[in-house]
Every structure is written in structure tokens, then in C-alpha cells.
Nanobody
Framework: EVQLVESGGGLVQAGGSLRLSCAASGFTFDDYVIGWFRQAPGKEREGVSLINSDGSTDYDDSVKGRFTISSDNAKNTVYLQMNSLKPEDTAVYYC????????????????WGQGTQVTVSS
């Protein structure tokens, strides 16, 4: 059974930090791209960051320099370290898995978690 479970969301003040986790099961972790997406109320889902099976990474310009994606293959888990958080980072954050390297298109992601809420206060 394929499953992705996000955790680590919460409420923080602007300038604070959170670390999100995405625990994967039911598939061979290192065969997939793992991406983080976010969706704010009334807005479309947007890509935040991804990590390819070879370990290479990519970031949206809005988070570059503040967020870091990493993986622990032994634990089948991907992390998103979020520093210097801003109110505009407030959203539900989702992790997802795709088989197309470097893709930022959510339609290419075939497995999705249920999301974790991140709220950044002013």
C-alpha cells in the first residue's frame, strides 16, 4: 500500500522555523522524485521544492535561500527545513511522489499525502 504522511506543521511567528517530514511507504523510495507543494486558501497549488532520486534539488524562487529539502533513504523520509518564515508561507503543505525527474507540474505527481498546515503570524 502506497502512503505518504506529512507531519511537522504548526503555528509560528514570522522569522521562525519549522521542519516538515514526509514519511513514505509502499514503494521504492529512491525510484521517485519527492516534491513539496503548498496551497493557500483560494489559491492554486504551487510547487515549493523537490528532490530527485539522484539527490539533486530544486526550489521555487519564493523560498530559495530559506528552505532546504533533504532525504533520509534509510528512513524513507524527506524533510523540508523552513527558516525565516514569512506570513505568505502560510498554506497547507503536501508532499508527493513522481517518476519524472525535475518536474514541478503537480499533474505529474501520482502519490500525495494529506497535507499539514503551516501558519505564520505577523
Amino acid at each position: 500500500e502506497v502512503q505518504l504522511v506529512e507531519s511537522g506543521g504548526g503555528l509560528v511567528q514570522a522569522g521562525g522555523s519549522l521542519r516538515l517530514s514526509c514519511a513514505a511507504s509502499g514503494f521504492t523510495f529512491d525510484d521517485y522524485v519527492i516534491g513539496w507543494f503548498r496551497q493557500a486558501p483560494g489559491k492554486e497549488r504551487e510547487g515549493v521544492s523537490l528532490i530527485n532520486s539522484d539527490g539533486s534539488t530544486d526550489y521555487d524562487d519564493s523560498v530559495k535561500g530559506r528552505f532546504t529539502i533533504s532525504s533520509d533513504n534509510a528512513k524513507n523520509t524527506v524533510y523540508l527545513q523552513m527558516n525565516s518564515l514569512k506570513p505568505e508561507d502560510t498554506a497547507v503543505y503536501y508532499c508527493a511522489a513522481a517518476v519524472v525527474a525535475d518536474t514541478t507540474d503537480p499533474w505529474e505527481y501520482i502519490y500525495w499525502g494529506q497535507g499539514t498546515q503551516v501558519t505564520v503570524s505577523s
